[in-house]
């Protein structure tokens, strides 16, 4: 009964290639996000859905495209990988505004 | 206090002793605030958050402290454990789901 999981946790793969990150809550939150985290812990936000809705979307490269197909479920979609999409990507969600976030455990992208 | 920067802060204590970490936040118009901790390979973990109509809140064996005045937070984790070892962040809620986080500071616990 996780939270918030997220799929895979471990992905591997070369410059160039498409990949994507799955997400899905049973919190019933109704808000949704993807982080960024750098090899100095640092958390950026990309992007955030609020009941399928786009409400949030950071300077992050046009590579990186998010869809939500309903309020449980958020994913994570990457063009043409490069090397410094290297990272731990992670979902988390709330319940709207001013609401604490419950994370996923994140998946460590490594583009080689 | 915290600020985005090269280097991930690091805080040692020695085990049992009281932890305290601090951080600044920036905006004034801030109405929430919580603590997260980060054990190595997971995801944040909510710890304790408090509203800007306090200035402390208590938990288990945690208490944060709200200065709004020079807007500081602080994490005080009282009879420091090995599991508390962690990076800990502070985020601060600036309204419209957006939520301002610190850089983190790395908690080592001496035996």
């Known amino acids: 009964d996780t939270a918030v999981s997220q799929t895979p946790k471990y992905l591997v793969t070369q410059m160039g290639n498409d990949k994507s990150i799955k997400c899905e809550q049973n919190?019933?939150?109704?808000?949704m996000y993807w982080y960024k985290q750098d090899s100095k812990k640092f958390l950026k936000i990309m992007f955030s859905?609020?009941?399928?809705?786009?409400?949030i979307n950071e300077t992050v490269p046009n590579r990186f495209s998010p869809k939500s197909p309903d309020k449980a479920h958020l994913n994570l979609h990457i063009n043409s990988l490069e090397l410094g999409d290297s990272a731990v990507y992670f979902c988390?969600?709330?319940?709207?505004?001013?609401?604490?976030?419950?994370f996923g455990s994140g998946t460590r992208l490594t583009v080689v | 206090g915290e600020s985005v920067g090269l280097h991930l802060p690091t805080l040692s204590v020695q085990e049992g002793d009281n932890s305290i970490i601090n951080c600044a936040y920036s905006n004034s118009a801030s109405d929430y605030f919580i603590w997260y901790k980060q054990e190595s390979g997971k995801g944040p973990q909510f710890i304790i958050d408090i509203r800007s109509n306090m200035d402390k809140r208590q938990g288990q064996r945690v208490t944060v402290l709200l200065n709004k005045t020079v807007k500081h937070l602080s994490l005080q984790i009282a009879a420091t454990q090995p599991g508390d070892s962690a990076v800990y962040f502070c985020?601060?809620?600036?309204?419209?789901?957006?939520?301002?986080w610190g850089a983190g500071t790395k908690l080592i616990i001496k035996p």
């Open positions: 985020a601060e809620n600036i309204g419209n789901y957006q939520l301002i």
């Open positions: 988390a969600s709330s319940q709207g505004t001013g609401k604490a976030y419950t």
């Open positions: 859905y609020n009941n399928k809705e786009l409400i």
């Open positions: 919190l019933g939150h109704d808000t």
